[in-house]
């Protein structure tokens, strides 16, 4: 769906260009009349002139006397139809996007997040359209107005769906990054009443305070830091947009595990520590370290290398505990440690603990 925001002049303009294509689309016509058209066909027309026609009244767009209107019928149940599937489309490839944030670079990162706030927001519009078209099929013709009735319920309860995981406590924090980009601001500020005042979560109060919430949260990490009180590393804390939170140079006795542990969700940890284990016959080392700009995401990997340091791939398949952590490595001589799963598994160990590594049941001890 296109992009509403095309500069202060011609936006207008820019919707209803982009309704009357929608209303001339040859897909749309054949659902009316009755043609020969593929449901599939039919539905994103539907669709899309939901959205195009929901835009303009969400945005307060005055339309030419030929193109004001309702849906009619069918289009509108084709539209409730095709949205439904949308919306379940949406949530299948929502669920990758916490590995796919931690996996690109922050522009890119920045996109998903504002690409996955735009299509909720174009499925608001074609909600506004829809209803709009029930309301009046409810007052004109209501003995025929069941179907529509059940898959409107449908489309509603599919988007109640999608809206239950994008307010996940994994995908929230991601999407509060950009809580505070253009792009919604600009949306607040052109829609129209009764919108205006009834905001939707995405422009609301909403991701501000997830935002808020997660520098206080951090804020809190910190404190932790400077209490711990015990020998390891230095670290500083950026965010993910290398926006500096703390610059921690006389932070100088803080423990591995406290630091790691301390770190927030969605922010980076730069250290300067290599943790090393050797396996017992002196054939195999594993190394853990923590470089700078790595994501909390991937925050730990372990390297599984031979003496001269080539990658120990011949180790692949083998079981790992790391702590109390189950790992196996990898193809590549990797075992990756899920940060949501080790990071309080660490804040439980005394500050001076040793990490224990045990490869295939036997334990590989950890060189000074």
């Given at each position: 769906?296109?992009d ?19 209303l ?95 299509a ?27 179907e ?44 129209a ?44 804390y ?59 995401g ?23 505990r ?47």
């Amino acid at each position: 769906m296109m992009d509403i925001l095309r500069g202060s002049n011609g936006i207008a303009e820019s919707m209803i260009t982009d309704l009357r294509e929608a209303l001339a689309d040859a897909a749309l016509h054949a659902l009316v009349q009755g043609g020969p058209v593929s449901e599939a066909e039919a539905g994103a027309a539907a669709l899309r002139l939901a959205y195009v026609l929901g835009r303009c009244r969400v945005y307060g767009i005055v339309l030419p006397e030929e193109l004001q209107g309702d849906l009619p019928p069918e289009v509108a149940l084709a539209a409730c139809r095709f949205g439904t599937e949308a919306a379940q489309e949406l949530i299948a490839s929502i669920q990758r996007l916490p590995q796919l944030w931690d996996e690109v670079d922050p522009v890119t990162a920045e996109a998903l997040c504002l690409d996955t706030l735009q299509a909720r927001h174009d499925l608001w519009c074609c909600n506004v359209a829809i209803d709009d078209a029930l309301d009046r099929v409810l007052e004109e013709l209501p003995e025929s107005s069941v179907e529509l009735e059940q898959a409107f319920d449908n489309f509603q309860r599919a988007v109640e769906a999608l809206d239950e995981i994008l307010l996940s406590k994994d995908i929230a924090p991601l999407l509060a990054t950009v809580s505070s980009a253009p792009l919604l601001e600009n949306w607040r500020k052109m829609l129209a009443f009764p919108y205006d005042e009834l905001l939707p979560w995405w422009l609301d109060d909403t991701l501000p305070d997830i935002r808020r919430q997660e520098w206080e949260s951090a804020e809190s990490f910190y404190q932790e830091l400077i209490d711990a009180q015990a020998p390891a590393v230095s670290p500083e804390y950026y965010a993910r947009r290398a926006t500096p939170i703390w610059t921690v140079d006389s932070l100088t006795a803080i423990p591995l595990a406290h630091a790691v542990a301390a770190a927030p969700k969605y922010l980076a940890l730069r250290v300067s520590r290599l943790i090393t284990w050797r396996s017992p016959d002196n054939r195999f080392k594993a190394v853990l370290s923590l470089p700078h700009a790595i994501s909390a995401g991937e925050l730990f990997c372990i390297e599984f290398r031979r003496r001269d340091d080539s990658p120990a791939k011949e180790l692949a398949g083998v079981n790992v505990r790391f702590c109390t952590v189950e790992l196996q490595i990898d193809q590549e001589g990797l075992a990756r440690l899920p940060w949501e799963t080790v990071r309080d598994q660490l804040r439980s160990l005394p500050a001076l603990a040793p990490l224990q590594l045990h490869v295939d049941g036997v334990e590989w001890p950890q060189e000074d």
